[in-house]
């Protein structure tokens, strides 16, 4: 069995493989695979400093978090809101 079950056998992806070599070129392969291996060395870097970011932010936002006076408010404004209702 194949990759994709019945639908591509060893035979297709040797096709496969060898219509791409034909329309790309064999010198022009090398070129897109260091393209492409950038490509994703780049991508995954970037994924690596969104999540220091968003590590960094969590931290800073619990540290202020902590940092904040609890606020009481006065009975009068809490009978006048449920008068209110």
Known sequence: MGIF??????????IIVLV???????????????GLGQSIKIF???MVDVQDDIAKDKDKRSDEHLDRETVTVPESQTRRASEDR
């Open 44 to 46: 995954r870097k970037e």
């Open 20 to 34: 791409v070599l034909v329309l790309f070129g064999a010198t022009k392969l090398p070129v897109f695979a260091k």
């Open 5 to 14: 079950g019945n639908a591509l056998s060893g035979w297709h992806l040797l």
